[in-house]
């Protein structure tokens, strides 16, 4: 979906626990760089070509990535595009994420107490399923981290952006504000549920209370939409729906 000239908002899906679970990496471009921002989960390469030709957008062209976090569905398709590219793709993350991202520490929310759960699921679920999962959490998708970004550092690619620090989610997470476009990358900052924009969802939030205080952050930019990894882009006055969540509380 085109946002505006040089940003886009992918869609792309993957069964996940028996549903369908939708996520929006977003594809920034200009004449000299393609960054994707988030890449789904392990296996869906081929829909984010597909999804990046749909806007005329060659994903052969692919010169950089930001993760906004560690989570699986964020880092998914990572390794595989970095090492099937033809040219050298630069990773960028913040500091508190890249010995995740790469490989050196195990993600977050794959606990040895999370990877024992996997043998307690339903005997409905298939043995072979079981089997996938645990390998994924034991060795997850991992790709050098070339280029450390951290709040307020601006980036010069695309038209410009602003790093913005909003932990919470996880200790590292970032979000991206594109200047052009006025449209804020929030990664899962923020959710769309049912029409309305909301925090981070606190089921799966590491410290909901920093994820709801990061939030004051983001009033210090021109916002007009908002892009978010759940759900999809939010338009609806946009600044004046922050300052309530603000003040009234992220959910």
Not at 114 to 136: C, H, N, T, W, Y
Not at 144 to 152: H, L
Request: charge should be negative; charged fraction near 20%.
């Amino acid at each position: 979906m085109l946002i505006a000239q040089g940003i886009a908002m992918l869609s792309i899906s993957a069964p996940v626990m028996g549903r369908m679970d939708t996520v929006h990496p977003v594809l920034l471009w200009d004449d000299h760089d393609v960054v994707l921002v988030d890449t789904g989960y392990p296996g869906q390469k081929q829909q984010l070509f597909s999804e990046a030709k749909s806007c005329g957008v060659p994903l052969e062209r692919l010169t950089r990535i930001i993760i906004t976090h560690q989570d699986i569905d964020h880092i998914g398709s990572l390794q595989d595009l970095v090492e099937s590219s033809a040219t050298p793709i630069h990773v960028s993350a913040h500091l508190l994420e890249k010995p995740y991202i790469q490989g050196d520490r195990r993600l977050l929310r794959f606990t040895d107490e999370a990877i024992a759960a996997v043998d307690r699921m339903p005997e409905q679920v298939p043995e072979s399923f079981r089997k996938g999962l645990k390998a994924l959490m034991l060795n997850t998708p991992k790709a050098p981290v070339n280029d450390v970004i951290a709040g307020g550092q601006r980036l010069p690619w695309c038209g410009g952006g602003v790093v913005i620090d909003t932990p919470g989610h996880t200790p590292g997470h970032v979000s991206i504000y594109h200047s052009p476009s006025r449209t804020l990358i929030a990664g899962d900052a923020l959710v769309v549920r049912d029409g309305s924009l909301h925090g981070a969802d606190p089921e799966t939030t590491f410290d909901p209370a920093t994820a709801h205080a990061s939030l004051s952050k983001l009033l210090a930019f021109d916002i007009d939409k908002v892009v978010c990894y759940h759900g999809g882009i939010y338009r609806d006055k946009v600044m004046a729906r922050l300052e309530e969540l603000v003040a009234n509380g992220y959910r």
